[in-house]
């Protein structure tokens, strides 16, 4: 008997987390500023986390979660109740970062933008931590946004290629440059480095 | 690909894999948040049809209206560190003469032709614009805490545009004799 009081107080955190986004969502949609902010407290830490990985940089990361949640208000009432939020704001998160990037790449001549191999010297010789976050942060753009969003966040090819604009097969291509920089970096292949 | 290789891919993957999913940011960022939210155009906001119609293709007129006049470029999709510079020097230049006698004419116009709507609708337009002035004097405010903050600044970029629009808007739903725009 306890135990079944024990399940139905606790029931699995996945599925109350989702009930409870559904409702602040629901009441966010009618204007409710603090049920929004419960969905912000929720989840700023994995979106943060997301932007982060994706923008190798701490201010932009930043930058990008405050716009995510600003166009999420502004799109709650498109929100459909079939999905989950945390998908929908880790999509709006993940298109925030791609614009910006995007928008920036556009307007700011890089002078190592055109050049891969000079990227790929860059990303491998001028980190000197060996840590897992500050390889990924110094790899060059491609290889990064196909990394994280394939490789730690479990996006299928199809998925990211369609979220970054490219094909399926520069998708794989990028991954697996992104994994040999990756392990050159970390000391992995040092024989092939 | 070498074995050797695969087993490095294969380590490395696996410590991809466990990476932590939530990374807090450094500082709280909900009151830029809650400041944006609180003074965008959410989820409750209500325009009579016509109006709202008018505003979304007013808006784009008008936006690209001033801007072509002020010969600024628009506004980028996304903000990176050298563009406040950008923002802060369009913002600056709303205490300009041009921007001033702009908004004047506009403003003048608009209280002309408030008085020809309907009271309940006219109630609701000026409801309206109280709530874009109070919001960009809070944004001000703000931005004079956060000065770095790019969201503030391209709200309060946003404001602006909003009542020049809300301006326009009214103006070419209450024209007499209005022409049809030839596309």
């Known amino acids: 008997m306890q135990a079944a009081a024990v ?14 986004d559904a409702r602040a969502v629901e009441a966010a949609a ?37 716009e995510a949640f600003v166009s999420a208000w502004r799109a709650l009432p498109t929100f ?9 704001i880790h999509r709006i998160a993940v298109n925030t970062v791609l614009a910006r ?32 976050e500050a390889a990924i942060a110094a790899l060059p753009d491609g290889a990064r946004h196909v990394l994280v969003l394939v490789g730690v966040y479990g996006f299928s090819h199809e998925e990211a290629a369609s979220e970054l604009g490219i094909a399926v097969g520069t998708s794989k291509a990028q991954l697996h440059r992104a994994r040999q920089l990756l392990a050159a970096r970390l000391g992995l292949a040092e024989e092939d480095a | ?58 808006t784009l007129g008008v936006v690209l209206g001033v801007r072509l006049a002020r010969d600024v470029p628009p506004a980028p999709v996304a903000l990176g560190p050298s563009d406040n510079v950008l923002v802060v020097s369009r913002l600056k230049s709303t205490e300009d003469a041009d921007y001033l006698a702009t908004r004047a004419s506009l403003e003048k116009t608009y209280r002309e032709r408030i008085a020809l709507l309907a009271p309940d609708t006219r109630a609701r337009i000026e409801e309206d614009l109280a709530l874009i002035q109070h919001a960009h004097e809070d944004i001000r405010n703000a931005l004079a805490r956060d000065p770095g903050s790019r969201v ?28 049809r725009t030839r596309t």
């Open chain 1, 7 to 20: 399940a139905l107080e606790f029931p699995e955190t996945e599925a109350r987390e989702a009930f409870e």
């Open chain 1, 80 to 88: 459909q109740s079939r999905s989950r939020f945390s998908t929908w």
């Open chain 1, 101 to 132: 990037h995007r928008g920036l790449a556009a307007r700011l001549e890089s002078p190592a933008g055109d050049d891969p191999d000079l990227l790929d010297r860059r990303a491998v010789e001028d980190t000197p931590a060996i840590d897992l």
């Open chain 2, 152 to 179: 503030l600044l391209q709200l309060l970029e946003s404001t602006t545009e909003q009542e020049f629009s809300l301006y326009s808007t009214v103006g070419r739903n209450t024209e007499p004799f209005a022409p």
């Open chain 1, 30 to 66: 009618r204007g409710d500023r603090r049920a929004f902010e419960r969905l912000y407290r929720r989840h700023s830490g994995r979106v943060h986390a997301l932007c982060l990985r994706l923008s190798g940089q701490r201010e932009t990361a930043e930058d990008c979660v405050q």
């Open chain 2, 1 to 58: 690909m070498s074995d050797r290789d695969r087993n490095d891919f294969r380590g490395l993957d696996a410590r991809l894999a466990a990476l932590p999913r939530d990374l807090p940011p450094a500082r709280d960022l909900w009151p830029g948040i809650d400041a944006a939210v609180t003074h965008s155009t959410g989820p409750r906001r209500r325009w009579p049809f016509a109006l709202a119609a008018g505003l979304a293709v007013a």
